[in-house]
């Protein structure tokens, strides 16, 4: 994928969650993704952002435009040094549910994106790479 | 530091979402209309989401939660106003907010509320 | 350094002329593109050339210096994709430079045979990376062209029905995939809003098989429409569905499936609070459903 421009947002606080979905809207709308992708996208960031900040005690959000040979998107990183994931699998495993129970998981936010890359080993922090394409 | 407004309507309570909610506001909301419904023993909530384009994990728990602690002290909850991009999202992510009920827009909604819960004579006490 | 920037400059003209020659009549379809059409192209493109290879390398197109050439090749392709020019003959436009060139080649290095073929070399290779960028391109704009039908297509088989104040009906043809789901469910949702509606009956007969998978996009597009304060009923469910979904253990949960439309639509009604009144020419006898024979 070819990189043409992108943009850094801290995450330590509730506030910057609301930032960095604001941050990720602002491009979304530029690149003229629909209404329901960019919704789908901004969610998904709210999402990982709001992990990085309470799993991961902190981090940053990393927002790109990117091109492959027939499309655009927009790829997110989001990088924190907390404790990791232990068991990925069992992280992503959530399938659709009826019930509003406590943490839905990653599993979700894989759904509203068309990439979804997970990078974590306990102790060494993770890193969840997502890209949604036009 | 801010709060959600929440009026007063008879027996029933109005809350309109219109701000892009961080979390510590959404907590402070749940905790607000706790406090208020018991404080007037309102029989219902309608809360207007008609404004907000995003709902994640955290905002429909917290919609999840404040009608299930309604219902507890007895008052119904109706959420109106879900935009479509919203409402497809929330699904794909795999919210269904089962426990709560929803209508289409504020006027509905009350039709709902006073269906449920409307006991009109005694409209506005309280 | 490569001598086809010169020998390229000192000969446009013949080039042109001998380029327009060699497109056999078959390339030329005068039948899709005027002369002086392929005139102006055959100019823009070929100065493009001449100025890329000045200044550039003619072995890697990818740089700044040949910007110019890849754009008139994607819309020369792109144009001729669309005029329904096949992609063997929006190449071979390209490719039937290749003669006039290789002769301006000999007639002006023929004594030395090492740098004639040198040149000659470069300019084949040259050529033949110019109609890849044309192939590519063609291909491309072929692509999008199908993707956009087939979107169009999606969105014409899922129609949306008022049946009636309040209630709407969404016939499904066909087999319900993801992609298929969320046409669907946009559709459903935004007429929901228009209508103000309160009920959607969707309609399966026309899908058909219904597995976990179905089943499951079916749950969605309900909870979907749910969360907007609209119930659905399903009708249209076949006998040997309603078996499918039991043997699978798929769980309906709290969905009404009906088999016939009119049944689920009559449901709807009663639950909008409406009568369904016989009026016998007289004798007015109130009943609550007219009943199907």
């Known amino acids: 994928m070819k990189s043409v421009k992108q943009e850094t947002v801290p995450i330590f606080t509730s506030s910057d969650v609301v930032v960095a979905r604001q941050k990720v809207r602002q491009w979304a709308l530029e690149l003229k993704f629909t209404l329901v992708d960019q919704t789908k996208l ?35 990183v989001f990088e924190d040094r907390g404790p990791g994931i232990p068991d990925i699998e069992a992280a992503l495993r959530d399938g659709f549910t009826t019930g509003n129970g406590m943490g839905l998981g990653l599993g979700g936010s894989k759904r509203l994106v068309n990439d979804f890359h997970i990078d974590s080993e306990p102790g060494k922090g993770t890193r969840i790479t997502v890209v949604r394409w036009k | 530091m801010e709060r959600i407004p929440i009026l007063r309507m008879g027996q029933f309570l109005l809350v309109t979402i219109q701000v892009d909610m961080h979390d510590r506001l959404a907590v402070q909301l749940q905790d607000d209309l706790t406090q208020k419904i018991s404080e007037w023993s309102s029989r219902g909530v309608l809360i207007d989401i008609s404004t907000l384009e995003i709902v994640d994990s955290f905002i429909g728990r917290m919609l999840a939660n404040i009608a299930g602690m309604a219902r507890v002290l007895d008052a119904e909850t109706v959420v109106v106003g879900m935009q479509p991009a919203v409402a497809i999202t929330l699904v794909e992510l795999g919210m269904s907010l089962a426990g709560v009920r929803t209508a289409l827009n504020v006027e509905t909604g009350m039709e709902l509320l006073y269906e449920l819960r409307g006991d009109f004579h005694s409209e506005m006490g309280g | 350094m490569s001598k086809l920037p010169e020998m390229i400059s000192k000969h446009e003209e013949q080039l042109r002329t001998e380029w327009l020659k060699q497109m056999s009549s078959a390339v030329r379809r005068a039948d899709l593109m005027s002369d002086e059409e392929i005139k102006a192209q055959s100019r823009e493109l070929l100065a493009a050339i001449a100025s890329g290879a000045k200044s550039g390398d003619v072995a890697n197109l990818d740089g700044a210096a040949w910007a110019t050439t890849r754009d008139i090749l994607q819309s020369i392709s792109t144009s001729r994709a669309k005029q329904g020019f096949t992609p063997g003959e929006t190449t071979s ?175 709807a009604l009663q639950r909008t609070g409406k009568t369904v009144v016989n009026t016998n020419g007289g004798n007015e006898k109130k009943t609550f459903f007219k009943k199907e024979e």
């Open chain 1, 42 to 76: 901004v969610t998904a960031a709210s999402e990982l952002a709001r992990n990085a900040l309470d799993h991961g005690k902190g981090g940053q959000m990393m927002i790109e435009q990117v091109e492959n040979s027939t499309r655009n998107g927009l790829k997110l």
């Open chain 3, 93 to 267: 436009f390209v490719l039937s430079l290749k003669q006039p060139l290789f002769s301006i080649i000999r007639k002006e290095l023929s004594s030395t045979p090492d740098a004639m073929f040198d040149e000659v070399w470069k300019a084949t290779t040259l050529l033949d990376k110019l109609g890849q960028i044309t192939t590519d391109a063609f291909m491309e704009t072929r692509e999008k062209f199908i993707v956009r039908q087939q979107e169009e297509l999606m969105e014409l088989s899922t129609p949306v029905v008022k049946l009636w104040e309040g209630i709407l009906a969404l016939p499904i043809i066909g087999t319900l995939d993801s992609a298929r789901t969320q046409v669907v469910m946009e559709s459903l949702l935004s007429a929901v809003v228009q209508t103000n509606s309160r009920f959607a009956i969707i309609d399966i007969t026309g899908v058909p098989t219904v597995d976990t998978l179905v089943a499951q996009h079916l749950l969605k597009t309900i909870t979907a429409a749910r969360l907007m304060g609209a119930e659905c009923i399903i009708s249209g469910v076949r006998p040997q569905i309603a078996q499918t979904i039991v043997h699978l253990g798929i769980d309906l949960a709290n969905v009404v499936t009906k088999a016939k439309l009119s049944d689920a639509f009559a449901l």
